[in-house]
């Protein structure tokens, strides 16, 4: 008997609800039928985003929507500042120079956020700045940026703010108008827990007045047709989008708001920190050390010396079932992660951090057996959240 865990910041457990949206007859995407769905999905998706501005659907992984919004906002020779905590923010530097964008970044220690007055101070110095790109959560270290003070930093220069929240937005807090964020990228393989393979992106006003002078080449991702296509009756999109799954993100934005945006947002609390504390109560150490700096979606804990961090997640995944994600880029061995966004309850938290402690005695870790899952009961315990 086989049984599976993914306990991955993407992707993530999927709802049988959502699964059996998924698996329905496929309609033409130029159907009165498909159509119907096709504007309710992004309708909830401005309410996912709280936002006003239009909002897009691309049919991509995330890294698309990252894609649109570079090749869409900018002239080419354009001076952009990339905040970089980490792998994605990497990803966005590549992204810029591939593009032929005048970078420039400000780096952090990988497992530190970014501090909002150090981005304030390098556009006080560089007014020519035209956007300001950054993560909301960065996936590969598990810390969480101060989204709203950026917001309110960058609204108040020419520059646009271009957010990648693709595994931020549906776990943490995000308010695209309240926050004034012009771009924002999300995908919905994430908290979301819909199947692989849509991004969508939001577009505000003055981020219109960018992308209608924009000169850089593109094609798939132009967000003028989208935009062309949008406003047919009934609203389209230019080429043939992924049909079932935004049919499954129907209903898992249907999910979303039915169990309520704050809970949702506690139960990623509440998840997060009984990973954490369970980790910390084995004698492992958590890469992000402000507990401040914490996201909620993934949590990244450095491998210690005596451990094959290699063997650890494999043994996780072959013999218990649970996978669990490795380190990126420069901490590929150092760290391991364990996801807890999207469809994930307590009893994923604890059944993941059970065959953790497995997998470490495997490799001789000294702890008595169940003090992982103990804490993570007690997290749950005190913060009241014992529900399935
Ligand atoms: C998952 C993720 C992406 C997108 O990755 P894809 O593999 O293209 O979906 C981008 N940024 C962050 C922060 C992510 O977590």
């Known amino acids: ?25 496929l309609m033409h995407h130029r159907s009165p039928e498909f159509s119907k769905i096709f504007i309710e999905v992004t309708d909830k998706l401005k309410k ?18 990252m894609e649109a919004a570079v090749t869409n906002a900018f002239c080419k020779g354009d001076k952009v500042l990339v905040v970089n905590v980490g792998n994605f923010g990497e990803r966005f530097k590549k992204m810029c120079k591939t593009f032929g964008l005048n970078l420039l970044s400000l780096d952090y ?45 960058v609204s108040k220069t020419p520059a646009i703010l271009i957010v990648d929240s693709i595994s931020g937005m549906g ?23 819909a199947p692989t393979g849509v991004a969508f992106i939001s577009i505000s006003k003055k981020a219109w007045g960018f992308i209608e002078k924009s000169d850089i080449p593109r094609f798939y991702f132009c967000l003028l047709s989208a935009k062309k296509y949008l406003q047919k009756n009934p609203p389209q999109t230019p080429w043939t989008p992924a049909i079932s799954i935004i049919v499954a993100m129907n209903k898992a934005l249907d999910m979303f708001f039915e169990e309520g945006k704050e809970q949702v947002y506690l139960r990623h609390k509440v998840n997060a920190l009984a990973v954490q504390r369970a980790c910390e109560k084995l004698g492992l150490e958590l890469l992000v ?28 995944r072959l013999k218990y079932g649970v996978t669990v994600a490795g380190g990126q880029g420069k901490l590929q061995g150092l760290i391991f992660r364990i996801g807890h966004l999207g469809y994930v309850n307590i009893f994923d938290v604890i ?36 529900q399935m």
């Open 48 to 65: 996912f985003m709280e936002t006003e501005n239009d909002v897009f659907i691309l049919t991509s992984s995330g890294t698309g929507a």
């Open 289 to 316: 050390k402000n507990p401040s700096e914490r996201g909620v979606s993934v949590t990244s804990i450095i491998v210690p010396d005596s451990i094959d961090g290699k063997l650890l997640t494999k043994t996780m």
């Open 171 to 193: 776990a943490s807090e995000l308010k695209v108008d309240e926050w004034n964020l012009d771009i924002v990228c999300g995908g919905s393989q994430k908290a979301l827990s």
């Open 351 to 386: 059944t993941a951090i059970s065959a953790l402690e497995f997998a470490l005695k495997e490799q001789g870790w000294k702890f008595e057996l169940g003090t992982g899952v103990v804490e993570a009961q007690k997290v749950f315990y005190e913060n009241n959240y014992m």
């Open 109 to 153: 220690e990988w497992g530190t956020a970014a501090k909002p007055e150090d981005i304030e101070k390098l556009l006080a110095q560089n007014p020519d700045i035209k956007g300001v790109l950054v993560q909301h959560s960065e996936t590969s270290t598990g810390v969480i940026n101060d989204i709203e003070s950026i917001g309110k930093i």
């Open 1 to 25: 008997m086989k049984k599976s865990y993914i306990m991955t910041p993407g992707p993530v457990p999927i709802s049988n609800e959502v699964l059996m949206e998924h698996g329905r007859p």
